[in-house]
């Protein structure tokens, strides 16, 4: 999906969530891609019939009411959309004898899968929550002798899952005897670390149904060691498509992992969003006739058409967001949202929250 859709697809989520029914007279129906528009109709109908059963007076009203309206808006369709259709009708008011029946009919922007009907107090959005959920997730482990971090790259997000350290003394500096036997103590010692990492490794990704792949980094020779040493499962092992060299195994050598792997990442979201960050500070910087930022100076640009690239932070108003987002497709500029999940997100947000590089000087 479009980041677009997503981020409408989930203001459309928290609206729906915010309400509650005074009884059990919220209907949700979701209609699969490939269903037929006439059975769905018809089984609305035959649940208008079950309706008359409800005790409540008041709720046996609202109810059919609810029903009555959904099966006139599928009037209004010759057939169901492509990817099928979710739509929820109910009375939201939270005055007792004051009805107030609205309709939701949502089109999705990914293939419905889930045939399903249901009256309750609220709406029932998880078929669209699994929508807007990433769908794909990248770990990130770094390790050292000393220490190791393990994290995911869920689209922009980093999210630091697990921490350990070995225990491990570090070298001695005199010889002889002892100083041998301490040696092989300290790699024993390394070695059961590595195998105690590989250990949170495989529980925190072997059942991981969305996980893409695994990044490995660490100091040196450190990474190759972990991974020959650590004994990790063959699935996992199946999963590592990168190893990069980073001098640090703390939350700090994560982000570097992330920043090293671009080559890896080149198609994510987070990816994408620190190179568009980093042309607009760099051209703010080295040619600012050729960037605007602030809310004025972008829609002034917009009206002259002089726009290449418009950058837009996701904490602004979702209705600012979508007015900025049509005037830039109508002049075929391209449209990024800049999240709040990367440190260079939260500095654009900080900084103006909305700008954009130009095609020529205004």
Known sequence: MEEGDILKLKGLIEELESYRGRHTELISAYAPAGSNINQLASQLLSEQSTAQNIKSKTT???????????????????RLPDNGLAIFCGN?????????????????????????????????????????????????????????????????????????????????????????????????????????VADNVKEVFFDMKKLQGIIVGGPGPTKEDFLKE????????????????????????????????????????????????????????????MTVYGMENVKRALEAGAIEHLLVSTTLDKKII?????????????????SIDTNEGLQFKNFAGVGALLRYAI
């Not at 046996?60 to 369709?77: G, Q």
């Not at 002892?178 to 092989?184: G, I, N, V, W």
């Open 322 to 338: 979508f007015e900025l987002e049509k005037a830039a497709h109508s002049i075929s500029a391209q449209f990024h949202f800049i």
């Open 92 to 196: 939201i008011s939270k005055v007792e004898g004051q009805p107030d029946l609205k309709i939701w009919a949502i089109e999705p922007p990914q293939e419905l899968k889930t045939r399903f009907y249901r009256c309750d107090q609220t709406f029932v959005l998880e078929p669209l929550k699994e929508m807007v959920e990433v769908q794909e997730v990248y770990g990130l482990v770094v390790v050292d002798r000393k220490e190791a971090t393990i994290a995911v790259l869920e689209g922009k997000m980093i999210k630091i899952l697990r921490r350990a350290t070995s225990g491990a003394p570090g070298k001695v500096k005199a010889g002889g005897q002892s100083a041998a036997r301490f040696d092989r103590i300290r790699e024993e010692l390394t070695k059961e670390f590595y195998r105690r």
């Open 230 to 289: 650590g004994q990790l499962v063959t699935a996992l092992q199946k999963k590592v498509i990168a190893i990069k060299d980073i001098g640090y195994a703390d939350e700090h050598g994560i982000e570097l992992l992330v920043e090293a792997s671009q080559d890896v990442l080149v198609k994510e979201a987070i990816t994408k969003e620190k190179a568009i960050l980093e042309k607009f500070f760099s051209m703010l910087a080295k040619d600012p006739k």
């Open 60 to 78: 046996k009203t609202n109810v059919i009411d609810a029903l009555e309206r959904i099966i006139r808006h599928l009037k209004l369709y010759k």
